[in-house]
């Protein structure tokens, strides 16, 4: 195979554009950290774990080997409060916590299927590397960078000099700017807990150096992600709500313990801002993927409305907004369909598609460009200069990247499907996606009731229309 293409990304800690230069040449390593699970994920949630997936996507198109590894927060994620929203969540519905995280990560899973993200191909969860984390704490505490006090460790930030480094802030001003803590044990109010004791009758807890207790939130991504890819991995991703403090956090505890930078490059990924009340009246603010179809949304409207704006530029969710991806991708699959169904013979690399294709990669090698990326598909689906074919062909790799289902033909997108039936294709993807075929197949009758035919492929549903 040919050398993978060179790609230039916004590193949150050198706060420069750097050509990456993965550990080993040819193969990317990236951790996201995944959610929280004891509620629904909402679009905004989303948004971030789809930079993660255009991330994996734009380095395969480029030719890299890409390890994603995306973590399954169920245990230790705790509030200001003091509170561990799992064990609160398992209490208000009556369920154990492991109960909780099963149904909430399935849940997360299926509104990621909906917006074609395949699976991390690590999803570690915290209640399962609790040993992992207990190593690393003794190690923190053999470097002389934590102490333990009465059953809790905490991480001695005064003894990590660069802490504060990633997120710009200085240690002074954080100790002046801090609130009352719960953690009144703590030395400096800046430290922070690596392991809790437990308190009478919690539910969970693991046995360790310290007496009965429980790991707090940012060890285990730094346990997690150094188990799966190494002491030195090139990309750390998440929202930007994360720099602070979870990822600084997570930079003075694996440094701390290795003694030499793991991560080369940390990536931020901006917010989903919701101020159209009528889009947000229904839900109480909180929009699920799998809403969207009852708004009269597909999910991957959502999709392509990601990729309208930078990741690093806030993104407005509307109504509007909404529309307008839903006819930008319904014209990119028009493009596609009117090119037939073959085009396999259509060489890329040959003149006029060769451009075209460079300025996609241009776009997409140039800090994830996909708006950039997006245009040059439309000029591909508006140009006069290629066949049908050659346009079809083209956006159909490009489509590997976009992975907005180009193929699905723009007529049984979902304003033309009967009342209703989007939403139970929403139920269906979310059923197959949890591994629920009895659900599934019920599903299918029901759309088949309705004169809607859907077959499974790799890409997911594809749906016929019987009038
Ligand atoms: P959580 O499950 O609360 O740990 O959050 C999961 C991810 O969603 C984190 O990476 C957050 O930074 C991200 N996130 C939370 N709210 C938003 C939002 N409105 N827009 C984009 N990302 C968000
Ligand atoms: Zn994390």
Same mark, same amino acid.
């Given at each position: ?22 550990? $080993? ?10 959610? $929280?699970?004891?509620? %629904? ?10 930079? &993660? ?25 705790? /509030? ?7 064990? $609160? ?21 299926? *509104? ?72 009144? *044990? ?11 004791? !437990? ?28 188990? %799966? ?26 440094? &701390? ?19 159209? =009340? ?12 799998? *809403?969207?179809? *009852? ?10 409305? +990601? ?50 294709? @460079?300025?996609?990669?241009? !776009? ?7 708006? =950039? ?5 439309? +000029? ?11 346009? /079809? ?9 976009? &992975? ?16 209703? !039936? !989007? @939403? ?13 075929? @009895? ?8 759309? @088949?009731?309705? &004169? ?16």
């Amino acid at each position: 195979m040919s050398k993978p293409g060179p790609v230039r990304l916004y590193n949150s800690l050198t706060r420069r554009i750097d050509p990456l230069e993965p550990v $080993t040449p040819g193969r990317v390593t990236i951790y996201t950290c995944g959610s $929280t699970v004891y509620r %629904y994920a909402h679009i905004g949630n989303l948004r971030t774990y789809l930079f &993660g997936d255009l991330l994996r996507r734009v380095l395969e198109y480029l030719g890299h080997e890409v390890v994603y590894v995306k973590n399954i927060t169920d245990v230790g994620h705790m /509030r200001e409060t003091g509170e561990d929203p799992i064990l $609160t969540a398992a209490e208000v519905e009556g369920k154990s916590p492991r109960e909780i995280a099963e149904y909430y990560t399935a849940a997360w899973l299926a *509104d990621e299927a909906l917006l074609n993200m395949p699976r991390a191909d690590v999803l570690p969860k915290a209640t399962e590397h609790i040993g992992e984390m207990i190593a690393l704490t003794e190690t923190l505490l053999e470097r002389g960078l934590a102490y333990e006090v009465n059953g809790n460790v905490y991480y001695d930030v005064s003894e990590f000099p660069s802490y504060g480094r990633l997120s710009g802030q200085r240690l002074d001003h954080l100790r002046a700017g801090h609130r009352v803590d719960v953690e009144a *044990d703590k030395r400096d109010p800046e430290d922070f807990a690596l392991w809790k004791l !437990a308190e009478p009758g919690r539910l969970m807890k693991w046995p360790s150096p310290w007496g009965d207790g429980f790991p707090g939130w940012h060890i285990e991504c730094s346990a997690m992600s150094m188990q %799966y890819l190494g002491e030195r991995f090139d990309i750390h991703t998440g929202g930007i709500d994360l720099k602070f403090p979870h990822h600084e956090d997570e930079i003075a505890q694996s440094e &701390g313990a290795t003694g030499h930078p793991v991560v080369s490059t940390w990536m931020h990924g901006e917010f989903l801002t919701l101020a159209d =009340a009528k889009m947000a009246k229904s839900a109480g603010n909180v929009i699920r993927v799998s *809403d969207l179809p *009852d708004k009269g949304f597909e999910p991957l409207a959502f999709r392509y409305l +990601a990729l309208t704006a930078h990741y690093r530029s806030k993104l407005d969710f509307t109504e509007d907004a909404m529309h307008a991806a839903t006819s930008g991708l319904r014209r990119l699959r028009r493009a596609v369909a009117e090119g037939g169904t073959d085009g396999a013979d259509v060489d890329l690399a040959a003149d006029p598609m060769a451009g075209h294709r @460079a300025r996609f990669v241009e !776009a997409i090698s140039d800090d994830l460009g996909l708006p =950039a990326a997006l245009a040059e598909a439309h +000029a591909v689906a508006g140009t006069e200069d290629l066949t049908l074919p050659q346009r /079809r062909a083209l956006l159909l790799d490009f489509d590997r990247v976009l &992975g907005l289902s180009l193929e699905t033909p723009a007529e049984e997108a979902i304003s033309e499907l009967p009342d209703g !039936a !989007a @939403a139970l294709l929403a139920r269906r993807a979310a059923a197959r996606a949890a591994r629920d075929f @009895a659900t599934s197949d019920a599903l299918r009758e029901e759309l @088949a009731a309705m &004169g809607v035919e859907v077959r499974d492929t790799p890409e997911g549903q594809v749906t016929t229309i019987r009038r």
